[in-house]
C-alpha cells in the first residue's frame, strides 16, 4: 500500500472573512491572499499560503458563503509550529479563544486546541 497525504485541500467557514483573516494573520502571522472565484458564485475565498503545484501538501482557505452558518462543525484542522506554545500566546489577543492549552501527545509532540473568531476548532502541532 503506498503512504501519501491524501488531504489536498480545506476551507474553515466564515460569518465574518476579515475579522477571521485578521484572526489567522495575528495566530500564524502569516499574509492570506484573495482567491479568485467565478462571479455567479456567492463565495468569497482568502488561501493560506501554499505551492499549488506540490504534490500531497494541503492547501486551504477562509471562506464566507451565504446560507452557510461557520463554527460547531465535527472537522478540526492542526496547523503546524515549531513550537505551538508560541500561536497559543497570539490566540485571545487576536479575538480567539483557547479550549485546550498545550498538551503532551506523547511520542507526536504536542498540540494546543482553540477557537477562532468564527466558532471553528483549530488544533496547532508541534514536537517541541
Known amino acids: 500500500m503506498e503512504t501519501h ?3 489536498v485541500w480545506f476551507e474553515i467557514y466564515t460569518n465574518n472573512l476579515q475579522r477571521a483573516k485578521a484572526f489567522y494573520e495575528t495566530v500564524f502571522q502569516i499574509q492570506l491572499t484573495v ?6 458564485m456567492t ?14 501538501l494541503a492547501a486551504g482557505a477562509l471562506v464566507y ?6 463554527g460547531g462543525n465535527s472537522t478540526i484542522v492542526y496547523f503546524y509550529s515549531k513550537n505551538c506554545s508560541i500561536e497559543e500566546a497570539r490566540i ?3 479575538g480567539g479563544s483557547v479550549f485546550r492549552p498545550k498538551m503532551s501527545i ?3 509532540g504536542f498540540i494546543v486546541l482553540a477557537f477562532d473568531t468564527e466558532g471553528n476548532m483549530i488544533g496547532i502541532h508541534s514536537m517541541e
Do not use: R, W
Not at 35 to 40: A, F, G, N, S, W
Open 5 to 7: 497525504n491524501p488531504v
Open 35 to 40: 482567491l479568485p472565484t467565478p462571479e455567479e
Open 43 to 56: 463565495l468569497q475565498m482568502l488561501a493560506f499560503p501554499s505551492n499549488m503545484e506540490s504534490k500531497n
Open 65 to 70: 458563503m451565504e446560507g452557510f452558518k461557520a
Open 92 to 94: 485571545e489577543a487576536a
Open 106 to 108: 506523547g511520542d507526536y
